[in-house]
């Protein structure tokens, strides 16, 4: 009996005109995601897709890997045994019998799923023979509302059916890359990260920008940003960092106008320079953390007076999120512990002690005019200095 992972998605079932397409993304990620592990083989069954191992390490492993896979809904390690009763039932008894002794579970129940409508047992027949073979094999009990145990039992094929006892969850939406491109504002903080795995799980490939203010920001802060990115790149997420030296313009920026406006001033650059990066790599959209009424400066006219620096669609994914709700999925995404260490950004430079709340582009126009926007971008964008991301 060999090991394999079966592989469940969701959405990928709605899009009809679209969905060879998205299915051929999605393995394609797969394949990228368990680049080295020796003997991993995918292959695309109806409704599924299957992985094949050569040993249950390596099966571990690409199940952990699979689940940071968007586009996927779920994965199991399963032991596949021709699509008879008869071997049905002893991989079944085998997972309880495994759960009974490693885990003490007393309850269980079977989920049975068949594909292949010529086999000659229902679904609910099917579970009913292997629950009974399971019970008088291990005494274990059944309770189908709350089971200690769920033993799947999917059958694909003619030839072929599948067991298992774990359903491990993985992120669901669409896979990386069918929905365009798009690039990440990305700061230090918890919420850009966040915002860019939400991005991606609706199907943008996304890359990355860092604005970095030295001597005022230090190198560890970079690595920091840096260090967020490689975690978003587990996740498929990351390509590639710009790092944008952004001290002079900041200052610059800084005496031009207002004190009160300097947060809207210095967000409208980054949007400008953001653009002539997108130009250059042929992306589609820019994607921010910034949210609605987290802080002071995170207001409809400030958003307004913001937006209208940028030449591109701008998402933000955070908009309706609480900060209880971003932190949660920071921690479910690994990014929380590493976006909460010591280490400022450009953002939180030079700043006012009482921000602009309802700013005006026109007011944020007449700030700038005292600047060549244009060269500020140029200079700007020339020195930048893209990191790919391994």
């Keep these: 009996m060999s090991r394999v992972i079966l592989c469940r998605f969701g959405e990928l079932f709605l899009k009809s005109g679209n969905r060879k397409r998205f299915e051929g993304t999605l393995h394609r990620n797969m ?14 069954v109806h409704g599924r897709v299957l992985v094949h191992l050569p040993d249950e ?3 571990r492993e690409a199940a952990a890997r699979l689940r940071r896979v968007f586009g996927l809904v779920s994965v199991s390690v399963a032991t596949v045994v021709p699509a008879e009763l008869e071997a049905m039932a002893r991989a079944a008894v085998d997972v309880a019998t495994r759960e009974r002794d490693e885990a003490g579970v007393t309850t269980f129940k079977i989920e049975a799923r068949r594909s292949e409508k010529r086999f000659p047992l229902t679904s609910v027949d099917l579970a009913r023979e292997l629950g009974g073979r399971v019970i008088q094999a291990t005494g274990l009990r059944v309770d189908v509302h709350k089971p200690q145990l769920s033993v799947g039992v999917e059958v694909l094929t003619m030839d072929r059916a599948f067991v298992y006892g774990t359903e491990l969850a993985a992120p669901g939406g669409l896979p990386v890359g069918v929905s365009g491109r798009a690039l990440l504002l990305l700061s230090g903080g918890i919420d850009s990260p966040v915002a860019g795995w939400l991005a991606a799980k609706r199907g943008l490939a996304l890359e990355g920008v860092y ?37 002079e313009i900041q200052q610059r920026l800084r005496d031009a106008g207002p004190a009160e406006l300097a947060v809207v001033l210095y967000r409208r650059m980054m949007m400008r320079i953001a653009d002539a990066l997108a130009d250059q790599g042929r992306i589609d959209a820019l994607v921010t953390g910034e949210n609605l009424g987290q ?4 207001t409809i006219q400030n958003l307004t007076a913001i937006e209208a620096a940028a030449r591109r669609l701008v998402l933000r994914p955070l908009a309706t999120y609480d900060k209880v709700e971003t932190m949660a999925l920071a921690r479910h995404i690994g990014t929380f512990e590493t976006s909460i260490l010591p280490f400022d950004d450009c953002c939180s430079l030079f700043l006012p002690r009482h921000p602009a709340t309802a700013a005006r582009a026109k007011d944020a126009e007449s700030a700038e005019s005292r600047l060549d926007i244009a060269a500020e971008v140029a200079a700007a964008v020339s020195r930048a200095e893209r990191v790919p991301l391994s």
Aim: charged share 20%.
């Design 31 to 44: 394949s990228s995601a368990l680049a080295g592990l020796e003997g991993a083989r995918v292959e695309p």
């Design 57 to 59: 390490e390596t099966a």
């Design 211 to 247: 604005f970095h203010s030295p001597p005022f920001i230090g190198e560890k802060s970079r690595d920091k940003v840096m260090s967020l990115a490689r975690i978003l790149r587990r996740w498929q997420v990351l390509d590639a960092v710009t790092v944008v030296p952004f001290t």
């Design 295 to 298: 802080v002071a400066s995170q």
